[in-house]
């Protein structure tokens, strides 16, 4: 089991640019989350996702789309990229149930100069 | 809605010695608490939660944490630190009815020799 993947590790955009961050899960769980996070601020949650073909938006959603047409994967898009966007993204999986632990992929390090 | 607060942004202690984190939190429901590592570089371990039961929690690597429904308290402690307890440590809150975390600001631990 590979658990959750993201893709790529780092990127670096210009403002204006667009680009997508894919997140990958092998166990089957039905939630899958975005985050975004910040020196001092924690994680804050862009947008989620009960299951295939369903998305909410989170704490932080401006500026970002996602999407998910298969259980398994996640893709958090940014259109016209903005300086305020640079930050490490995290994705993370989990059950639908009482417990719901979520488990985060390794990141993604962007920076848009 | 729930938040959580971070007591301390950062804190240095000497291997063998004891760390307790603070993590306080508010909400108007039940809440599930938890604690996640994230060590260098990496994504977010889970540590231990509370679901319900014993206040009590034993996690991972020799920690534990105390649940205080009176004091809207989650502090994690662990009796003597190694230099690989070295990371950044998140206190988080679920509604027992959702699925969505909330994150605090983190604590950097820094265990010197």
């Known amino acids: 089991n590979a658990g959750v993947t993201q893709t790529p590790k780092f990127r670096v955009l210009k403002t204006g640019q667009s680009m997508t961050l894919l997140c990958a899960q092998d166990m089957n769980h039905e939630y899958m989350y975005w985050y975004r996070q910040d020196p001092g601020m924690g994680l804050r949650l862009i947008h989620y996702s009960v299951g295939e073909g369903t998305t909410a938006k989170g704490e932080v959603p401006d500026g970002y789309n996602v999407s998910r047409l298969k259980k398994q994967n996640f893709l958090l898009g940014l259109e016209s990229a903005a300086p305020s966007q640079t930050s490490v993204y995290f994705c993370?999986?989990?059950?639908?149930?009482?417990?719901?632990?979520?488990?985060f992929g390794p990141g993604t390090r962007l920076t848009v100069l | 809605a729930q938040s959580v607060t971070q007591l301390d942004s950062q804190v240095p202690v000497f291997e063998e010695a004891p760390v307790e984190l603070r993590c306080n939190y508010s909400?108007?429901?039940?809440?599930?608490l938890f604690w996640y590592v994230q060590y260098p570089n990496q994504g977010l371990q889970l540590l231990l939660k509370?679901?319900?039961?014993?206040?009590l929690v034993k996690g991972i690597n020799g920690f534990e944490a105390e649940f205080n429904k009176s004091q809207t308290s989650f502090h994690l402690r662990k009796p003597s630190v190694h230099i690989s307890d070295t990371a950044e440590y998140f206190c988080a809150v679920r509604g027992a009815a959702g699925n969505k975390l909330t994150f605090g600001g983190g604590t950097r631990v820094l265990v010197k020799p």
């Open positions: 909400s108007s429901v039940s809440v599930y």
């Open positions: 993370a999986s989990s059950l639908i149930g009482a417990e719901g632990t979520q488990y």
């Open positions: 509370y679901l319900s039961g014993s206040t």
